[in-house]
């Protein structure tokens, strides 16, 4: 797979190819980049002539208070750092999708708009990504009846041929998309971190040879577990979808919030399984406007 010169300037100025890119010269955010990029097709350039030609000149007029016409050439100027890092990726077996490209999944643009991702990185069956499906998310730790519940939900999708959206972090995200995957039905798995190692795990390795699976992440392919980054990818999960349900949400932390912000911003349907478990917020978010499964 080669990757174009367009998808290379978008890559320069938003990915992350390692710990020296921070400070001034951290790439640019989904909201930094869609400001830019928005700037960009008004005035009829493409992010690839920005690789040639005197960018002050190219860029006259734009005016930003974090994207400054220095950051902007500071990030370009890492196309060694780029080249080292999409011969592995690629020779890995990864695929690099930008806003531009056709495929682009549709429903994260209809949500989200400028806020979505200008880079996923991703391996395995990207139709997938536009194909909608049910998102199930939940608690990494949680009962076994949970764990039964969350694998009989994936069985339950495949055969309805409904693709499970989920995070693929272990507990409720991992089990029902294997349970998807056991029932030869489909998944798409939003990681917030270890892409490059998810792809080339045994788990996951049939079921990507048999074009089943996507694994998809708007983040580094090699970064480890952040925080910030799990909390971000939550709205892809839910955009990427048709419909949510959560199996089990703690009062805080990821599930807890991103249900919240789906509530909040209306994206898709909430379901919600009822639970007497007393730590559970899943009674919580169903009086904040979620539906009982």
Known sequence: MTVSANAQAILLLTARFGKSDSGANKP?????Y????EWLRLHSLTPERLLSGDLQELLQGWQDKTVMVERVG??????????????????????VMTRSDPDYPRRLKQHLRSDSPAVLFGCG???LLNSGGLAVIGSRKVSQDDLVYSSRIGEMASNAGVSIVSGGARGVDETAML??????????????DSLLRACSSGKYRRALMENNLVLVSPFNPEAGFNTGNAMARNKYIYCLADAALAIHSGKKGGTWSGAQEDLKRGW????????DDPEAGNKALIAAGAMEA
């Not at 349970?179 to 917030?192: D, F, I, N, R």
């Not at 349907?269 to 009822?274: A, M, S, Y």
Request: proline share 4%; glycine share 12%; aromatic share 8%.
């Open 28 to 32: 640019l955010t989904p909201k930094e």
């Open 34 to 37: 869609g400001r830019f990029a």
């Open 74 to 95: 500071a990030l370009l100027d890492r196309g060694s750092a780029l080249a080292l890092s999409m011969e592995k990726w690629l020779r890995a077996g990864l695929w």
């Open 125 to 127: 069956n990207r139709a």
């Open 179 to 192: 349970g998807a995957l056991g029932a030869e039905g489909t998944a798409v798995g939003v990681l917030a």
């Open 268 to 275: 898709v349907p909430l379901w919600v399984k009822q639970t």
